[in-house]
Nanobody, 125 residues
């Protein structure tokens, strides 16, 4: 079973930046569609971004223009670069992945089968 580990969370001031990593063990994550999701306190889980196996990306309205999803050169990592963060970005961030080779599209609306344990991001001064 695919195991995903998120890292890079922490405390950041409003307006600052943070980069989250989603790392898979022993798997070529380039063969998977990968999504980033956020669970804010008291709110439902929200899809933030996804990347297809051919590099296509999508973003949720709340992060569009501020967050960037990308794949690492090591082929087992996907990043979420968070810029100009806001207090509303506080929450637990999860990555998820679905086997989907050679697909140009991705979606945050489909059911993902592989999930990490999450990393916590707190935006506060």
């Amino acid at each position: 079973q695919l195991q995903l580990v998120e890292s890079g969370g922490g405390l950041v001031q409003p307006g600052g930046s943070l980069r989250l990593s989603c790392t898979a063990s022993g798997i070529d994550l380039n063969m998977y569609m990968v999504g980033w999701f956020r669970q804010a306190p008291g709110k439902e889980r929200e899809g933030l971004s996804c990347i297809s196996t051919t590099g296509g990306t999508n973003y949720g309205d709340s992060v569009k223009g501020r967050f960037t999803i990308s794949r690492g050169r090591a082929r087992n990592t996907v990043y979420l670069q968070m810029n100009v963060v806001e207090p509303e970005d506080t929450g637990v961030y999860y990555c998820a992945a679905n086997w989907n080779p050679r697909s140009p599209i991705c979606s945050m609306l489909v059911q993902y089968t592989n999930w990490g344990q999450g990393t916590t991001v707190t935006v506060a001064s």
